[in-house]
C-alpha cells in the first residue's frame, strides 16, 4: 500500500517526521568525527542549529529551555564533553569557508 504526503494525517505525519528527526540525532550522535564546521560548510547547518531550532520550538509552545539544555538533547550529553570527546581544530581553509558562506542568525 502506498501513501502520498497528501494523504497521510496530521498525526502520522509528524510520528513519521518524528522517528526521523530521531534517526538523525542518532547517526550525528554515532558520528562524532563529522566536525560542526563540515555540517555548516557542506549543508549550512549543524548539530548546534538543531539545538536552536528545538528550542525555538519548545519556546513556540510555552516551554523554556536553556541553550545548554537544547544542545544536550541534541548531542545526547552535555556540549563541553562533546567538545573535548570530538571537536578538533579547524584548519584555517575550513575556517575561510564557514566564514565567506556563514547563514546569518
Known sequence: ???????????????????????????????????????????????????????????AKGIALSKEESREIIYGMPYAEWQKRNQTEASPEKLAAFAANRPDH
Open 1 to 59: 500500500m502506498s501513501s502520498t504526503p497528501e494523504s497521510l494525517d496530521e498525526a502520522t505525519t509528524t510520528a513519521l517526521e518524528a522517528a526521523a528527526f530521531r534517526q538523525l540525532l542518532a547517526h550525528l550522535r554515532e558520528r562524532g568525527d563529522v566536525q560542526n564546521i563540515d555540517l555548516m560548510n557542506l549543508a549550512g547547518f549543524c548539530r548546534n542549529c538543531l539545538a536552536n531550532w528545538y528550542r525555538e520550538a519548545a519556546e
